[in-house]
T-cell receptor, first 112, second 111 residues
Framework: QKEVEQDPGPLSVPEGAIVSLNCTYSNSAFQYFMWYRQYSRKGPELLMY????GNKEDGRFTAQVDKSSKYISLFIRDSQPSDSATYLCATHGSSNTGKLIFGQGTTLQVKP | NAGVTQTPKFQVLKTGQSMTLQCAQD?????MYWYRQDPGMGLRLIYY???????DKGEVPNGYNVSRLNKREFSLRLESAAPSQTSVYFC??????????FGPGTRLTVT
């Protein structure tokens, strides 16, 4: 079993839709969770960073962590064509080396 | 403030050739990382350097070597390239609070 699992998609939605992107993780000791956005042929850029359980909101983006079910989500409200990208979830795991464990990434397309 | 820079952007090698991928960061971060990204495999850690003068293996280190030249620079070397090393390579550096920042990547093809 992979430590972080993510459905690769692709996911296609119309402009303005609410998008839900999800990951599951295997180890209940994981505490730090991140979402990265990667445009085609570019490097990943940090979108959201959360610690432990709960929600964190930044503009149209909300990151949610449910530690009881080992589930992390990224919601995008009022999705735009510019949101079309691959979204990667990551956790630093339980190591103090700062190594990140990434999900496979979900490719999102927002159609005008 | 350029963040994380990588050179070259693209490279084509023949099997058995060697090359060094360069990475530099201007954010004064202690920790730096090298990843490879392949379709369907996500990002996999090759090597990392927790601080200047230290390096450690990641998930897929075979066929690679690294050098942490100073606090700013962390290079990745392929001594004898193989077609299985065809990939996109990303360098990253890390804040003390664990967020990692990535460079633009190097696209490497080994024929």
């Amino acid at each position: 079993q992979k430590e972080v699992e993510q459905d690769p998609g692709p996911l296609s939605v119309p402009e303005g839709a609410i998008v839900s992107l999800n990951c599951t993780y295997s180890n209940s000791a994981f505490q730090y969770f991140m979402w990265y956005r990667q445009y085609s042929r570019k490097g990943p850029e940090l979108l959201m960073y959360t610690y432990s359980s709960g929600n964190k909101e930044d503009g149209r983006f909300t990151a949610q962590v449910d530690k009881s079910s080992k589930y992390i989500s990224l919601f995008i409200r009022d999705s735009q064509p510019s949101d079309s990208a691959t979204y990667l979830c990551a956790t630093h795991g339980s190591s103090n080396t700062g190594k990140l464990i990434f999900g496979q990434g979900t490719t999102l397309q927002v159609k005008p | 403030n350029a963040g994380v820079t990588q050179t070259p952007k693209f490279q084509v090698l023949k099997t058995g050739q060697s090359m060094t991928l360069q990475c530099a960061q201007d954010m004064n971060h202690n920790s730096m990382y090298w990843y490879r990204q392949d379709p369907g495999m996500g990002l996999r850690l090759i090597y990392y350097s927790a601080s200047e003068g230290t390096t450690d293996k990641g998930e897929v280190p075979n066929g690679y070597n690294v050098s942490r030249l100073n606090k700013r620079e962390f290079s990745l070397r392929l001594e004898s390239a193989a077609p299985s090393q065809t990939s996109v390579y990303f360098c990253a550096s890390r804040l003390p609070t664990l967020e990692q920042y990535f460079g633009p990547g190097t696209r490497l093809t080994v024929t």
